[in-house]
C-alpha cells in the first residue's frame, strides 16, 4: 500500500464516521508539528522568505482540511463507504 492509498483510506476513515475530540486533536497535534518542521528545513535550506511562505501555505491546507474533518466528525458521512 503506497503513502498515498494510506492518506485516502485514512481520510476515508475520519469522513465516515463520527469521530472523538482526540482523534481531532491528533490530528492538529499532527498539522502543527508538521508546518513547524517543514517551515523549519524551508528555513534552513531556503531562507526566512521562502519558509514564511511555506510554513503559510501549509497552514491553510491543514487548517481547511481539520475544519472539514472537525464538521464531519460532528454531523458524520453516510455517503462514504469503505468497502
Same mark, same amino acid.
Given at each position: 500500500?503506497?503513502?498515498?492509498?494510506?492518506?485516502?483510506?485514512?481520510?476515508?476513515?475520519?469522513?465516515?464516521?463520527?469521530?472523538?475530540?482526540?482523534?481531532?486533536?491528533?490530528?492538529?497535534?499532527?498539522?502543527?508539528?508538521?508546518?513547524?518542521?517543514?517551515?523549519?528545513?524551508?528555513?534552513?535550506?531556503?531562507?526566512?522568505?521562502?519558509? #514564511?511562505?511555506?510554513?503559510? #501555505?501549509?497552514?491553510?491546507?491543514?487548517? #481547511?482540511?481539520?475544519?472539514?474533518?472537525?464538521?464531519?466528525?460532528?454531523?458524520?458521512?453516510?455517503?462514504?463507504?469503505?468497502?
Amino acid at each position: 500500500m503506497g503513502v498515498l492509498d494510506r492518506l485516502e483510506e485514512e481520510y476515508l476513515d475520519i469522513s465516515s464516521h463520527r469521530r472523538t475530540i482526540r482523534e481531532l486533536l491528533e490530528l492538529v497535534v499532527g498539522s502543527v508539528l508538521f508546518v513547524l518542521v517543514a517551515g523549519g528545513l524551508a528555513y534552513y535550506l531556503l531562507g526566512r522568505t521562502t519558509a #514564511i511562505g511555506v510554513a503559510a #501555505i501549509l497552514a491553510i491546507i491543514f487548517t #481547511i482540511t481539520i475544519v472539514s474533518q472537525a464538521y464531519w466528525a460532528i454531523t458524520g458521512r453516510d455517503d462514504y463507504t469503505n468497502d
